[in-house]
């Protein structure tokens, strides 16, 4: 049901990584937040959980590269990690107090919140629209195989979060207008 998703984050890698002498400080932290999102795809894909440990790790070596980078923008990047963890998560009690069913988990969330701190303000909608995108897709291609029964099954949002975020880092936001 991801492979789509796991192809679109593999060329999103092997792009970046074509750009290689313009990464210089950025390539530890690519590797880092590849491998880490890989962990919490393949998590979540699995057990519909998303463990604290990667998201932590993401939030550290996201604030970390955020200081060491461009220190003069760390106050924005905090802002948007708590307003992306922020507002998945009333997003997640609102669909659930309308449907009475979870829609979206803290740990979506969080992994949110994480992307606040590597992408900023400008990042996170491109996110979240490659995310839902990714999301829809996985969702009619797996209704259409019948490996969903019915439209209210849930699906693992996380690893469709973690390619938004991958994607926003590697090929940049989405240009709007």
Known sequence: MLTPAIWAAFLALFRLFAELGELRLFVLPSLALFTALCLVSLFDARYFVIPDGPVVFLALTGAATI????????????????????????FGRGYEALRGTPGVGEGDAKLFGAAGLWLGFAGLPSCLIYAALSALIAAALAASRGLLRNPREPIAFGPHLALGLWLAWAVGPLEMG
């Not at 923008?73 to 948007?80: D, I, L, S």
């Not at 990690?81 to 998945?88: C, D, K, R, S």
């Open 67 to 90: 200081l060491a980078s461009a220190p003069e923008e760390a106050v924005n990047r905090f802002a948007a990690a708590a307003t992306g963890f922020a507002a998945l998560r009333l």
